[in-house]
């Protein structure tokens, strides 16, 4: 079937048209059309997002269903007033926009809608590195931190989504940042987001090389988060990925200090090279996302999808 796919983003709208083989869900989905697009106001980033989709469906033939994998926080739940909709988030323009109904009232087909996180945690279990995994997390380290989790076959939602990036973490003894989360300040998020590294440091985290300080206490906090994340929902496996998270040096700090992070609590993390097999990359590099959304449109689709 062809899908549209949208990684909606607080920086870009990832847009994608897709044909997907619901024969064969292991197939990666073949993208017809592709296009990025700056994310200015919600009217005429909207706009832009349509013409692009009635011009691709012209030229390749027209979506079937769109799943959108968008930032958040949303409301992903059907049935619920405001589903579709973004709510609280910082990027005050969008508060209260209906993304799944301007997709609905522009193109008059299914829309499934749900966290960017969830649909790159999807991207990942279809086509990426947790393939044939029944529980695992997808955390992105980048403009914010959010995480998505696949558990025991299927994404969890639980009342609405999880909120992974803003759990409280322990402060090191040695610093003093006052956080950069504007609703909890030292949460994981307000630590360790790439605006926490800016903020705490001056400098972008893209200025700061390998050996500078940052990276250590950078990895301190990832691996007390993501110990937190594993000790609450005991994954299989756990992919780190985003701006920041992506960064192989850090990963590989990550996984130094994770067992002592996880004292002892996971049997299967006692060494670096535990933690190496439990702590991955994405094994769909950047494309997790925009890929997981075309798979939301093919799960909503059919159900056995996945
Ligand atoms: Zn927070």
Redesign the pocket.
């Known amino acids: 079937m062809t899908v549209g796919a949208v990684e909606a983003g607080g920086t870009k709208f990832v847009c994608a048209l897709a044909r997907v083989d619901t024969a064969d869900p292991s197939k990666l989905p073949e993208l017809l059309a592709e296009e990025s697009v700056p994310t200015g106001a919600p009217g005429p980033t909207l706009d832009i997002v349509r013409r692009f989709f009635e011009s691709a469906g012209a030229r390749h033939g027209a979506a079937e269903a769109f799943g959108i994998g968008c930032f958040g926080p949303i409301d992903p739940v059907p049935g619920s007033p405001s589903w579709g909709r973004i709510l609280a988030t910082p990027k005050k323009g969008w508060i209260g926009t209906d993304v799944a109904g301007f997709f609905q009232g522009s193109f008059g087909k299914p829309v499934a809608f749900d966290t960017d996180v969830n649909a790159a945690a999807l991207g990942e279990r279809l086509w990426g590195a947790a393939r044939g995994v029944e529980s695992f997390i997808y955390l992105t380290v980048g403009t914010g931190i959010g995480g998505g989790a696949f558990v025991e076959g299927r994404l969890l939602h639980g009342a609405s989504h999880p909120e992974m990036g803003?759990i409280r973490l322990c402060r090191a003894p040695d610093d003093a940042f006052e956080g950069a989360?504007p609703?909890?300040g030292t949460?994981f998020?307000?630590l360790a987001s790439g605006p926490a590294i800016e903020k705490r440091w001056g400098k972008k985290g893209t200025e700061l090389g390998p050996e500078h300080p940052a990276w250590e206490l950078e990895a301190h906090y990832l691996a007390q988060g993501v110990a937190s994340l594993c000790l609450a929902l005991a994954p299989e496996l756990f992919i780190l990925g985003g701006g920041v998270g992506g960064r192989p040096d850090l990963l590989r700090r990550t996984r130094e200090l994770l067992p002592a992070a996880l004292g002892g609590y996971r049997r299967d993390v006692n060494t670096t090279a535990e933690a190496s097999r439990l702590l991955v990359a994405p094994g769909l590099g950047t494309r997790s996302g925009i890929l997981g959304a075309a798979g939301l449109a093919a799960l909503s689709n059919d159900p056995g999808f996945a």
């Open positions: 803003h989360c609703f909890h949460c998020e307000g």
